[in-house]
């Protein structure tokens, strides 16, 4: 089992219209969960973060968390253009994992 | 510009020949980690150092791989006996002591990355 999942094929939304990413962990003792964005043929940059149980807002970025059941998700709200990249799922202990990647296409 | 550099951006080189790459950190970070990403996949793990000392290493990596920290502070990784399957993007990353709690905002930076193709 790998230590995050993302099997997601690429997404592609309507500009405007929510983007849900979905990923799923191994290693219940991971207590940090990250999402970076990656656009093509450049480095991974931290987009959002998340430590506890729930919902995390930050802009049109939402992350979600639930422990129990080892999954973490990203909603993009109003999809811009701008957000079409790899959406890139890390899990930290002592260093940081990462899936393959979600990447998102956002159509104007 | 204070954030992670690395060098060169490319390089090519030829099956066989050894190659070096170098990374210097945010100064203020203690943890440098390598990384090496392929088209369509997320940034694998290779190794990280805590200051000097290197505290893991890839199972999965070979040993033609080996990458120093010798005064803390910038980082090299060299390829001996480069093989295609090398051929890749390897990125470096710093932050600060994962133990801190100020290292929770952001645990990681990378830097542009080295595209290396071996032909």
């Known amino acids: 089992q790998k230590e995050v999942e993302q099997n997601s094929g690429p997404l592609s939304v309507p500009e405007g219209a929510i983007a849900s990413l979905n990923c799923t962990y191994s290693d219940r003792v991971s207590q940090s969960f990250f999402w970076y964005r990656q656009y093509s043929g450049k480095s991974p940059e931290l987009i959002m973060s998340i430590y506890s149980n729930g919902d995390k807002e930050d802009g049109r970025f939402t992350a979600q968390l639930n422990k129990a059941s080892q999954y973490v998700s990203l909603l993009i709200r109003d999809s811009q253009p701008s957000d079409s990249a790899t959406y890139l799922c890390a899990v930290l202990n002592n260093r940081l994992a990462f899936g393959k990647g979600n990447q998102v296409v956002v159509i104007p | 510009d204070t954030g992670v550099s690395q060098d060169p951006r490319h390089k090519i080189t030829k099956r066989g020949q050894n190659v070096t790459f170098r990374c210097d950190p945010i100064s203020e970070h203690n943890r440098l980690y390598w990384y090496r990403q392929t088209l369509g996949q997320g940034p694998e793990f290779l190794t990280y150092?805590?200051?000097?000392?290197?505290?893991?290493k890839s199972r999965l990596l070979s040993d033609r791989f080996s990458a120093e920290r010798p005064k803390g502070s910038f980082s090299t990784l060299e390829i001996q006996r480069t093989e295609q399957g090398d051929s890749a993007m390897y990125l470096c990353?710093?932050?600060?002591?994962?133990?801190?709690?100020?290292?929770?905002?952001?645990?990681?930076?990378f830097g542009n990355g080295t595209r290396l193709t071996v032909t």
């Open positions: 150092f805590q200051n000097e000392a290197q505290l893991e």
């Open positions: 990353a710093s932050s600060p002591d994962t133990r801190t709690q100020s290292s929770y905002n952001s645990p990681l930076h």
